[in-house]
Structure formats: C-alpha cells, structure tokens
C-alpha cells in the first residue's frame, strides 16, 4: 500500500480529543480501529521497503568490487605504444574509479543514516506500540465482557440487587478509561514519532543521492575536454592517413 494514500501520516487525529476517549464516544473507537489499520499496513510497508534497501545496498558494494577488479584490470602499464593510447585508457579507468567510490559511499551513508534507524524503528518503536496495544486489548476485552455481562444482569435483576456489580463495572469502566488514554497518548507519539523520522531520514537520502550525482558531474565535467582533444586527435589521424594513402597510390601511377 502506498502511504500517499489513505496514510498514516494523513490520519485526522487533530479531530480527536480526550474527551472522546473518556466517553468512549464513536469517533474515538473509529479513529482507533482506521489508526490500527494504518499502522498494520506502515509496518508490511517498511519491512518490504527494509528488504528491498538492504539488497540495493548489497548490490552496490558487489558492483564495487567487481568494478574495482576491472579498473585495475584496465589501467595501462608497461605497454609500450603511443602516450595518447596510455592516457585514454587510464583516464577510463581512473574516471570508472572515481565514481565507483562516491557511489559506494552513497551507498554506506545510506545504510547509516536511512537503513539502520528504520530497523532500529521496527525493533524499538513498532515494539513498544505492540506492547501498549496487547495491553490496552486485554483491558478493552475485559471492560467489554464485564459491559456484556453487566447488561445482560439488568435485564433479569432489580436495580437494588446490580449494586456490587456496578461496583464492579465501574472499576472495570476506570481502569478501560485510564488504558485508553495511556494508548491514545501512545497513538499520537508514535505517529509524530513516524512522521518525523520518515521526513528526516528520507531527505537524509535524497541528499545523499544528489551529491553522489554532483561528484560524478564533476568527474564528468573534467573528462568532457579532453573527449573533444582526443576525438580532434582521431579525425587528424584519420585525415593524415587518407592524404598519406592518396600520395602513396600517385607515386605508383607515375612510375
């Protein structure tokens, strides 16, 4: 699921107050069951996200070392040849080599700032709101079932004989109170929680991206020169070898 879309970050829990969880009104159990729902769907969302990260980052560093065995497969030594050849074929190599290492730094940096605090987030955070729901589910179960069993004694007793039962309901009614509001404080942190760590990390990411892309123009933008000298190079080679084949074929005309 898409989290542009019916999120967890566009939840409307600004129409929520505490009003509504003491009263246990309709918005407040609505608003719990979508909160729920959404933070089920985060959870699948992240984990999927989570896998697919790690192996792009495993990608890159594999693409790095067989990168690194070709660059020092191509650089040219103690051939001999023309100084042009040597020069063209090392700055392939070197200029493969300089944006290997930004991508691979990009790709470290990645696995620290992005990849390592959402794991940190599905073992920690996603934890300790599992924690709070299991109990508020054990206490809600049991509000719910002494309510059931509450209602169905007021149909067969008078009102006189539900006294120590509606002790026992208001209790029950208490403690479902106070665990209602310990969760729906739980519910608001735990989504401003998500929603600045998803903004902080990710633009922590697409930072990253952009100077890994801003080093390699760099690199490129050094290269550019000396494509346009070595492809001027070409064309007068070329030329002077035509010219050199024309003469040659005039002087065996003329004998």
């Known amino acids: ?128 709101y599992k924690d709070c729901k299991k109990q508020f589910d054990k206490t809600l179960d049991k509000y719910e079932t002494q309510l059931y069993r509450y209602n169905q004694l007021s149909k067969q007793r008078e009102a006189s004989a539900l006294r120590e039962d509606a002790f026992q309901m208001y209790d029950h009614r208490k403690s479902y109170i106070r665990s209602s509001g310990e969760y729906f404080m739980k519910l608001i942190s735990f989504k401003s929680t998500i929603e600045n760590m998803l903004i902080e990390y990710f633009s922590n990411a697409l930072n990253l991206h952009m100077e890994e892309l801003d080093e390699s123009t760099y690199v490129y933008d050094s290269v550019k020169d000396k494509l346009s000298g070595w492809k001027q190079w070409l064309l007068e080679v070329i030329y002077n070898y035509s010219v050199s084949r024309i003469l040659h074929s005039s002087l065996y005309l003329l004998e």
């Open 1 to 128: 699921m898409s989290l542009a879309s019916g999120s967890l970050i566009a939840s409307p829990t600004n129409i929520l107050t505490i009003h509504d969880v003491i009263l246990d009104s309709p918005v407040w159990r609505a608003n719990l069951l979508h909160l729920e729902d959404q933070i089920e769907h985060f959870e699948k969302w992240i984990d999927g996200f989570l896998r697919a990260l790690k192996g792009y980052i495993d990608v890159i560093k594999k693409y790095n070392t067989q990168a690194s065995t070709l660059c020092k497969k191509t650089f040219f030594h103690d051939i001999d040849d023309s100084l042009i050849v040597g020069n063209v074929i090392n700055k392939f190599a070197s200029t493969l080599q300089s944006t290997i290492a930004y991508k691979m730094k990009m790709a470290s940096d990645i696995e620290d700032l992005l990849y390592n605090p959402l794991q940190k987030l599905m073992r920690q955070d996603i934890k300790d």
